[in-house]
């Protein structure tokens, strides 16, 4: 079943997507080329469905999205942002299990 939840961002829609979202957002900076980024995008889609309502998912392959790599720091994939009312309140890089990225995500509810 393919999250609804998940959002494919673009310089034109990360604005109103990312840093206008009312509810916390992780953002997964990807590429094609990239086996681990392969690895980890069914765990982005678990999280999405399991976190339907509670926080947004947003892909942003940075070959095609280069401004938005840069504008954020991004030097390798898969890295992971979690924003908060348009800041970045986290970021992981590489790949991470679930259960990792789930304490990640749930820190940023409880509040």
Known sequence: MAATNLIQLTDANFKSEVLECPVPVLVDFWAEWCGPCKMIAPVIDELAND?????????INVD?????????????VPTLLIFKGGEVVEQV???????????NLDKYLAF
């Open 51 to 59: 976190y339907d309502g509670k926080v947004r998912f947003g892909k």
């Open 64 to 76: 095609d999205q280069q401004n938005l790599a840069t504008q954020y720091g991004i030097r390798a």
């Open 93 to 103: 890089v590489g790949l991470r299990s679930k259960r990792d990225l789930k304490a």
